[in-house]
């Protein structure tokens, strides 16, 4: 009925089927996704899952070889530099320099963006009072905390009005309140599209939706609410040291299919807590710890990978 382009074009960034090698490394396996205008995208993966690697063909820093992406319904492998306009990107990595003032790194993001003269100054002025960082506009970058830092680089990331950012681990490095901060600041920005990666479960309760990426391919997508509420009821954890033969014996036990994770059994059921007492009862001493709690992002992670989110791809 509706025209794929058209609906496309409603989109803030429509990627299908994009991979990457490092050599014999794939790094990303075929992944697909669409972004809506305005949205909070988080892309949550372990360490080496390929979020950074997904960045950088987004923001056209590495060539995009396979796959299509589309952004604000432009291709991006034609029409790039007028979607770098469109587009402000903050790396993992700092890129600050750390020998000139926040204004003036302000100030040498702006000329990179070709902005100059008194429209460029009237916009630095604005970014330092949105980002809470006038008081500090002539600090040199190098005398300043991680937490006001990161605030800096997005403040330069966002200076030419982008109508999308990309956000690699905003909060590398900052504090909890920092990273609050930080979020209340990009929640104020009324219309701007959100794409930020982490590995935080924390950080990515800010999305409206997230990606969930593992080993270079999506094991999982949706709101965090939903995420987890298909996998319903609670979680049960057995800490113990003999997971693996604990797990047996509690499947006999329960009539449940546990999962065996190093060092932990975890049983999903819609009561759980009802299971604790026949746990403690049966196995007492072999037991280190036991808990029941709603599924987290964690949970919902491990439902479809059979590891942990802290664990190494
Ligand atoms: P993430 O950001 O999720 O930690 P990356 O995209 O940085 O993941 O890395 C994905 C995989 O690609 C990892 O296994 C990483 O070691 C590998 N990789 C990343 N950059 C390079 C590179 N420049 N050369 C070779 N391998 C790389
Ligand atoms: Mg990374």
Redo the contacts with the bound molecule.
């Keep these: 009925m509706t025209n794929p382009n058209a609906a496309q074009a409603e989109c803030a960034v429509h990627a299908e089927g994009v991979a990457h090698r490092?050599?014999d490394?794939q790094?990303l396996a075929g992944v697909d996704f669409s972004v809506g205008r305005g949205e909070r995208r988080g892309f949550l993966?372990?360490?080496?899952?390929?979020?950074?690697?997904?960045f950088k063909l987004l923001a056209t820093i590495l060539p995009l070889g396979a796959g299509k992406v589309s952004v604000f319904g432009q291709d991006l492998a034609k029409d790039f530099a007028a979607i770098r306009r469109r587009i402000g990107v903050v790396f993992?990595s700092p890129a600050l320099d750390r020998k000139l003032s926040v204004r003036e790194n302000l100030t040498y993001g702006g000329h990179l963006q070709g902005m100059r003269g008194r429209a460029l100054a009237a916009r630095v002025d604005e970014m330092l009072a949105v980002g809470n960082l006038a008081d500090r506009a002539n600090d040199v970058v190098g005398t300043l905390s991680g937490g006001l830092r990161r605030r800096v680089e997005i403040a330069k990331g966002l200076l030419h009005a982008p109508d999308l950012v990309l956000l690699?681990e905003p909060s590398t490095g900052l504090d909890p309140s920092a990273r609050q901060d930080l979020w209340a600041f990009l929640r104020a920005q009324q219309g701007l599209t959100v794409l930020f990666?982490t590995h935080l479960m924390e950080e990515a309760e800010e999305a409206d939706r997230l990606t969930i990426?593992d080993r270079?391919k999506v094991v999982a997508e949706g709101a965090p609410d939903d995420l987890r509420a298909e996998l319903g009821g609670e979680v049960l954890q057995i800490h113990c040291a003999d997971a693996e033969q604990l797990g047996h014996e509690v499947d006999a036990l329960l009539g449940v299919q546990a999962q065996v994770l190093p060092g932990v059994v975890r049983v999903e059921h819609d009561h759980a807590h009802r299971l604790v007492a026949q746990v403690v009862d049966r196995f007492g001493d072999r037991l280190q710890r036991v808990s029941v709690a709603p599924p987290s992002l964690e949970d919902v992670f491990i439902a479809r990978t059979g590891h942990r989110l802290g664990e190494e791809?």
């Design positions: 490092y050599g490394h790094a993966g372990p360490n080496g899952s390929g979020k950074s690697t997904l993992q690699d990666t990426l270079g791809a």
